[in-house]
Structure formats: C-alpha cells, structure tokens
C-alpha cells in the first residue's frame, strides 16, 4: 500500500500517522520525502490496516493499492491449483467436473430419473434446487427437507454427490450432514453471516458470482470462507446484469481466465443461469471449456415444459447427452478429459 501525502505535510503530521499504522501491526513504514511530494510505502500484511482511517488523516491525499485485499484466494501466496474433492468427484483437475440436474428438486420420481440421465451421460455430480431463492413470494420455494431427503435418495440410487443451495445460516448443520457440496447463490454472494458461517465448517463450498459483483467482490466473498479456515471453495460464474436484456444476464466468460490468473480457486461456469435459453447452454458450456473452466453446471429436467422452476433453460436428458459430446471435443482440445 502506498499513501501520497499532501504537499506542506510537516515532518510531525508524518510521525502521528506512522504511528497509527505501526499500532496496526504487522508492516513497517518507509517514508520518501521528494521535493514535490512525499509518500509512505507500507510493507508487510496490511490486510488489517482501516483504509478509511488513514484517508481521514487530513496529511493524507490519496491511498494506492499495491496488492490484492484478497489473500487467502491469492494465487500470489498459492500458485498450485487447488483440487477440491466433492463426495468422491474432483473440481480443478486435469478431468472437467460437470454438474447436472434440475433447477429445483420436484418428486422422487423426478430426481432420480435426472439423476440417472445425466450419470450415464457422463455428469459427475448431481444438482438440484432445495430451497430455491425465488423472485416472488408466491413462486414455488422449493420442497425444503423433503427436496433435500429426495437428494440423498438420487445419490443413494447413483452415486452421485450432490449439490445444492443453503439460504439460510441455521440450515447449515443439516447441510453439513447431509449433502456434499453446499451452494451459495448468486443472491447469497454477499451474505457475509452466511459466508462466516460456512468458513467454520469442513465441506466444499461452491460459491457463485452475485449478480453485480466484480471479481474482486467474488474473490472477497471467498476470501470470507478461506480466511475462517474451510479451504475447499468453488467459484461459478453464472452471468451478470448488464444493460443487455437479450439474455438472462450476460455471462462474463472473461472472468475465467481472469480468475485463474488472479486465483488459485477452481472455477466452473453456469451457461444455464448465464443465458436463461436453452439453446444457448451448448455453445456457451463450450466456450466456458475453451477458456478454461474447471467445469460446468447444467439445468436438466426431463419434462422442461411442465419444470416448477427455470423450464425455458432447462435441457433435456437427450439434449444433455449432445451437451456431452460438444463438450468433450473442446476439451480434448484444450489439453483436458470430460
Ligand atoms: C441455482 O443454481 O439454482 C440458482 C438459483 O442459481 P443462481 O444463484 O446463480 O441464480
Ligand atoms: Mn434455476
């Protein structure tokens, strides 16, 4: 961090601020005085040094940052790939991991038809929608615990780990218990309770980019789960809102390489969520693999038409199985196995 002092600072201003900031501890403080301008470099973890605190300092112009507020999901301090292992199924290997299911979990019937489908076409692990963070209060929720016990019946039947969405922070235990990946919606990406929450617990996290977020914001709301400990964190892009009204959100298939340049976290794309059009979940699952995500997640329904939940985007069994095959010819391209 680099602090740019105002011209006539004196020479007793400089000493009170660098003594608020040593008091902060864990960096030191190299003044430059120049004729012109005289700046304060800190070295060192300045994670915990109150930015807001020091710009109220009236000594103070302008503060730089020099590093990432991130540091736990720096790739800076972490150059391997983290491998996140769910239930079995690795995400962030040489292998993609493809995540397949409904958007929400219907009947037992339902889930184990999908869930059989999407296996035998190659899907490594299974989703599906729970509790389901609705727009409207009136659309349905979700079946709640008994989506979750029709989960683990579909493992039971496949083998398949499953994946699902918590909401709230007092469903965590059960989760914990019952399911092996715990989704944090795009809704959730800021629920910074939640996050804490999920930063005490040992059970991969796939967290998902929030509808406005930058990366930087998403690398943070990471950073909230690594920094409590829980080291196994997925990152999903799943589109933004833009001014583009054509698609659902607009799916920032940049923020992949980005993120793996600027992170060590596995990251998988959502084309389903990202376009809201089913006949955009191929080309987009493909440019997803061509640039180097560590997988993807599908919406599979095996009666989009009457699905209780994201139908218009859901794909079918038939049409996952073409999914597959696209897939896989990119990623044999691009040096990785499906
Ligand atoms: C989902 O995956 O079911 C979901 C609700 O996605 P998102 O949080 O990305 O909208
Ligand atoms: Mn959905």
Known sequence: MIIVLRQGTT??????LTDVLISQGGITVNPVIGTDITILGLIGDTTHVDATRVESFHCVERIMHV??????????????????????????GSRLAVMAGPCSVESSEQIKTVARAVKQSGAAILRGG???????????????????ELLKEAREATGLPIVTELMSPSDIDRFVEDVDCIQVGARNMQNFDLLRQLGK?????????????????WLMSAEYILSGGNEQVILCERGIRTFETYTRNTVDIGAVPVVKRLSHLPVIVD??????????????????VAVGADGVMIEVHNDPQHALCD??????????DEVMADIR??????GREV
Do not use: C
Not at 11 to 16: G, T, Y
Not at 201 to 217: C, D, F, M, W, Y
Not at 311 to 320: D, K, L, N, R, V
């Open 11 to 16: 020479q007793k201003e400089i000493d009170q």
């Open 67 to 92: 590093a990432e507020p991130y540091k736990k999901a720096n790739r800076m301090f972490h150059p391997q790939d983290t491998v996140v292992n769910i239930g079995g199924a690795a995400v962030g």
């Open 130 to 148: 729970a509790f389901k963070p609705r727009t409207s209060p009136y659309a349905f929720q979700g079946l709640r615990y008994e989506g979750l």
């Open 201 to 217: 617990i040992n059970k991969p996290v796939l967290l998902k980019r929030g509808l406005s977020a930058t990366i930087e914001e």
């Open 271 to 288: 084309p389903s969520h990202g376009t809201g059009k089913r006949w955009m979940v191929s080309p987009m699952a493909r440019a997803a």
């Open 311 to 320: 139908g218009q985007q859901s794909i079918t069994p038939e049409q996952f």
């Open 329 to 334: 010819v990119i990623a044999a391209a691009v």
